[in-house]
Structure formats: C-alpha cells, structure tokens
Nanobody, 124 residues
Framework: QVQLVESGGGLVQAGGSLRLSCAAS????????MAWFRQAPGKEREFVTA????????YYADFVKGRFTISRDNAKNTVYLRMNSLKPEDTAVYYC????WGHGSSEDYYYEYWGQGTQVTVSS
C-alpha cells in the first residue's frame, strides 16, 4: 500500500520560513518524480514544484521561484519543500504527489499517488 505522509506545516508570520516533508512508503521511491501542489480555500489546486526521479531537474511555478526549494533524499524516501519569504497568499493546504518515471509535469492528473495534505498558514 502506497502512502505519502506530509508534515511540517503550521502557522508562520509573513517573511518567515517552513520546511515541509513528505515521507513515502510502499513504492520504489527512486523511480518516482515527486511534486508539491497546494490548494487555498475557494481556489483550485495548483502546481508548486516538482523534482524528477533522476534528481537532476527541478521545476517551479513562477510565484515561488527564488523563495521555495524542493529536494529529495532517496535513502530516506522523503521529499522536502523549503519555503522562505512566506507571504499570506502562500496560505494553503500543501500536498505531495508521486508520478512513476514522471517528467515533472505541472498537471495533477499525471500523479498517481497523493498525500493527505498539511496546512500552511501565513499571517500578515
């Protein structure tokens, strides 16, 4: 059974930082491209960032470039999202997702597995 479990969310002031983690189990992690999406209240889910299964390519939505960094540790079956310079508009539930042999798409339908999400709230 595949499980993706996010952690690290919370309440932070604008300008602050958080690091999200997503621990994967039940899959061959090194063959999965991993991504983070987010969904704010009343809005559609949107792509944030992805890292290819090879680990050599990363992709970012324009609104997080220079502020967020995705990384992975295949030995720990974990993907991370470091978020700096947080803004109130970053408030959302953040989900990690996995796509076997994926190319790092920003389209959510490519991703077979999803976590339950972790809430990030940025106060002004």
């Amino acid at each position: 059974q595949v499980q993706l479990v996010e952690s690290g969310g919370g309440l932070v002031q604008a300008g602050g930082s958080l690091r999200l983690s997503c621990a994967a189990s039940g899959l061959t992690f090194s063959t999965y491209t991993m991504a983070w999406f987010r969904q704010a209240p009343g809005k559609e889910r949107e792509f944030v960032t992805a890292i290819r299964w090879t680990g050599d390519r990363t992709y970012y939505a324009d609104f997080v470039k220079g502020r967020f960094t995705i990384s992975r540790d295949n030995a720990k079956n974990t993907v991370y999202l470091r978020m700096n310079s947080l803004k109130p508009e970053d408030t959302a539930v953040y989900y990690c997702a996995a796509d076997n042999w994926g190319h790092g798409s920003s389209e959510d339908y490519y991703y077979e597995y999803w976590g339950q999400g972790t809430q990030v709230t940025v106060s002004s």
